[in-house]
């Protein structure tokens, strides 16, 4: 545990004194998150954000005078128990910081978002082309397999009738 212990306060940045406890239950109020968490040193503030039927909504924020203090906070409460309710207790993040390593700017912030957006639209436009290409190839194949098929289908004398009859009209009498 003393191993533990070192390791969580060396994570704890000297700024780092506010932490958030999540997982209360509903029965819970400051006063009894205030002497749940004042073993472990002088407590500054505590927050517990209210939902819209006035209700807590199941996490609070302890402040801590010392950055020690909030770190041992940490160690001995994450996964205890409170009103049977296990706590997840950790260093809380600045509102709206994102998590490990994401980021929180808009993806049309990055440099490349544009050519990246253009290049995708491009390939789109050259598929449908590409397509739109193949089905007029299929249909100009599937004309002159017709057409093939209706001249072998005609037999050869209404050829040579349609030429007679071509010629009696021309002959004069």
């Given amino acids: 545990f003393a191993i533990l212990r070192v390791l969580v306060m060396a994570a704890a940045p000297e700024e780092k004194r506010t932490l958030y406890v999540g ?14 968490f004042a073993p472990f040193g002088d407590i500054v503030d ?4 209210m939902s819209t039927a006035n209700k807590h909504r199941g996490f609070a924020f302890i402040e ?8 041992e906070a940490i160690f001995n ?25 994401a980021t ?23 598929a449908a082309l590409e397509e ?8 100009q194949k599937l004309h002159e397999q ?9 037999p050869e004398g209404e050829d040579e009738a349609e030429e007679k009859g071509a010629a009696q009209q021309i002959t004069p009498e």
């Fill in 77 to 101: 409460m994450n996964d205890s128990v409170l009103y049977n309710r296990v706590l997840k207790v950790n260093f809380s993040r600045p509102i709206g910081a994102p998590k490990d390593g």
């Fill in 46 to 49: 505590i927050e517990m954000p």
């Fill in 23 to 36: 997982g209360l239950d509903d029965a819970v109020t400051k006063e009894i998150v205030a002497s749940a």
């Fill in 132 to 139: 739109k290409q193949h089905e007029e190839e299929e249909k």
């Fill in 104 to 126: 929180r700017r808009p993806v049309w912030e990055e440099d490349d978002y544009l050519a990246k957006q253009q290049a995708a639209e491009a390939a789109k436009q050259k």
């Fill in 64 to 71: 801590f005078e010392d950055p020690e203090d909030a770190a």
């Fill in 146 to 154: 017709i057409l093939g098929e209706a001249a072998k289908a005609a």
